[in-house]
């Protein structure tokens, strides 16, 4: 290692050093400092500055991810491979008692349908979606996003909603014509108003950069159980209400967190949803600081 | 005459292609951070490679890895890793400021120079991003992820390090 360089780096270390350039220093740093004020001064222009950027590099990023996905999957189905006999025990066990649910359940919506028709209650908002390829993964410890293969040119826009199966991921930062940025819900930047349907129990659900999500403003832990189903409750108009958020568990120190329904990095497309307020059922004029 | 002429300039932007190379390098590693390296369940701790790559060239030949380069990094960096766009500028500009500057000596480096100076540009990155991230957004860090995302980034630079050393070879031939 000493012996391949070495001449040729003493060379471009001496020429660094004599070669003045205190000023490019100095620029560099002003420079940084700068995009940094501009991020917090004009952050619109900087989402089209990453959107852009974002565009242009999304074909390589595309063409390197597939490849990579192929070879990380093979190894996860091997390791399923192995695994399959205790796996296949689990989920006969699991499968049991979702029969069970599900007589239940067919029940319960049969009656559900004729309440609905008795009280006249209008019908449930249909929501357009487009369906969007994961094009990279969410590898930082710092921030929790991916990029979508899907922008402008597919009807995407600006803070719709992401689902995977009626559960909640995400919602989108950043579009550009052929690719969009998803924040992931635990990234720390993400608040979601929720609901606990068995208890009635509203919460603000935050991620925190981590594999769980945190339950803020919480009053009444006693309400709170191991094993409740955390859903959006739609305030805020934020969200579309009623999709799966999470389970609660509980922390070793007793601490309530909220165990995602997905993990991001398990998908490999996602639904936006259209959030327009047209699609949204509200064809009046409205104050654009609490729908859009 | 005129095609020997042609020949001349494009011989010379074809020999100067080679330094395009450690910029190219560390943008394909930053692409790579961000692609399905990990396990499933562990991709929080993914190696930052692109740093690693980025660092190694400010070593080993930083009249390549110009202040300009190291912006460029910064900031494409930021725009795939969707954090606050100078962030990943600031953080690579105090990484060859503190190596060409404050560690660099001119005795020969060896693996364990280059693991130190990795180590601490590594620090930097990791202590700059995150610090500028939660002070702009104002929200609580996990910090085990963080420390154990740069553990992770030394643990496998030795592979960056290696295959880099060959495109060093090839550049310095």
Redesign the interface.
Known sequence: ??R???????Q??I??RTSN?KL??I???V??????????VFPNI?YT??AK??DY?SG??NS??SP??TI?RS??NLYNIINVHNLNKKLRLENQKYELLNNELIILRNKNKKYKELLNISKDIEYKFVTAKII????????????LMSGKNDNIKNRSPVIYDNSLIGYI??VGNTSS?L?SITD??VKIPAIIVDKNLKIIVSG????YLEILNINDLTLIKEGDKVFTSGDGNKFPENLFVGTIRIKKNGDFIIEPSF?L??LNYVKILDWSLKNRGIDIKTDPIFYD | MISLKYMSFYSIIISNLKYLIPLLASLFFSIITIMPIMPIGYESIAPLLGVVSMAFWIMHRPDIMSWFFVIIIGFYCDILYGTILGSGVLSSIIIRFVITKVLYKLEPINIYHTLFYLSTSLFIWLFVSVSINSIINLEAYNFFNTFFQGLISIIISPIVIFSQLYLLKKISI
């Open positions: 290692m000493t391949i360089s070495n001449f040729k780096r003493v471009s270390i020429r660094e350039n490019l220093t620029l560099s740093f420079f940084a400092f700068i995009l940094i004020l501009s991020t917090i900087n500055i990453k950027v974002v590099s390589i990023i390197l991810y990579i996905n990380n190894a996860t990279s993964k969410s590898n930082l410890a710092y921030t929790k996003s991916v990029i930062n950043d940025r924040i720390a930047l925190n950069n981590n594999k993990d990095n398990s």
